[in-house]
């Protein structure tokens, strides 16, 4: 059975960090990413990463947060840093071996972290 299990979430200051972990069982990925939700907002992409370590970022993250993975332990992260109010939303990892990059049409997904961030 297929299976994501984000956490990590939390609350924090503006300029605060978090780093989120998404654990895989069951199957290994070629494509993973991490979205994010906030209330009245659509989903949108946060990071992507790929099987070969290309990762590619939001704009409005870039500079502030880095995706990686732990092959040997099928675990996603996403180091949050800089952290401001506007990125307050649950964060999902994502995965599938479809090349969906920062689209959220992936097959498998998480339940959700919350994040929230004060200023």
């Known amino acids: 059975q297929v299976q994501l299990v984000e956490s990590g979430g939390g609350s924090v200051q503006a300029g605060g960090s978090l780093r989120l972990s998404c654990a895989a069982s069951g199957y290994i990925y070629s494509y993973m990413g991490w979205f994010r939700q906030a209330p009245g907002k659509e989903r949108e992409g946060v990071a992507y990463?790929?099987?070969?370590?290309?990762?590619t970022y939001a704009d409005s993250v870039k500079g502030r947060f880095t995706i990686s993975k732990d092959s040997a332990k099928n675990t996603l992260y996403l180091q949050m840093n800089g952290l401001k109010p506007e990125d307050t939303a649950m964060y999902y990892c994502?995965?599938?071996?479809?090349?969906?990059?920062?689209?959220?049409?992936?097959?498998?997904w998480g339940q959700g972290t919350q994040v929230t961030v004060s200023s």
């Open positions: 994502a995965a599938d071996n479809v090349d969906w990059v920062l689209y959220p049409l992936y097959k498998d």
């Open positions: 990463i790929r099987y070969d370590g290309i990762t």
